[in-house]
Every structure is written in structure tokens, then in C-alpha cells.
């Protein structure tokens, strides 16, 4: 595996693979709601990012 870069650039892409059941879990949400499935997994990201450095 390769080490992470040590550029502080970020282009804000990021594809991430997961299982096909966590796939549908994740989009089932956001189609009732009338959000895309990425405005939809940045918040679950945030909200999971905000609680980290809140423990920190």
C-alpha cells in the first residue's frame, strides 16, 4: 500500500468501494428525501468527522 502523499492539496474526489448491500442502505435514504446520494453521504461524513473532534 502506498503511503499517503505528503501534497496538502485536495481536489475533493474521493471513490471508495463498499459492499452492494451498504450501497443500497445508503441510496435507499436520500430518494425518499429528493437529495443526491453524495449531498447525502458528505453529511453522514461531517456529522462523523464533527463527532471525532469533538472526542479529540
Do not use: F
Not at 14 to 38: D, F, Q, Y
Request: proline letters at 7%.
Amino acid at each position: 500500500m502506498p503511503l499517503p502523499s505528503s501534497n496538502n492539496s485536495y481536489s475533493g474526489k474521493l471513490l471508495v468501494r463498499m459492499p452492494k448491500s451498504l450501497h443500497r442502505r445508503l441510496a435507499e435514504t436520500p430518494e425518499r428525501e429528493g437529495v443526491s446520494l453524495n449531498q447525502y453521504i458528505v453529511s453522514l461524513l461531517s456529522a462523523g468527522a464533527s463527532l471525532t473532534a469533538k472526542q479529540s
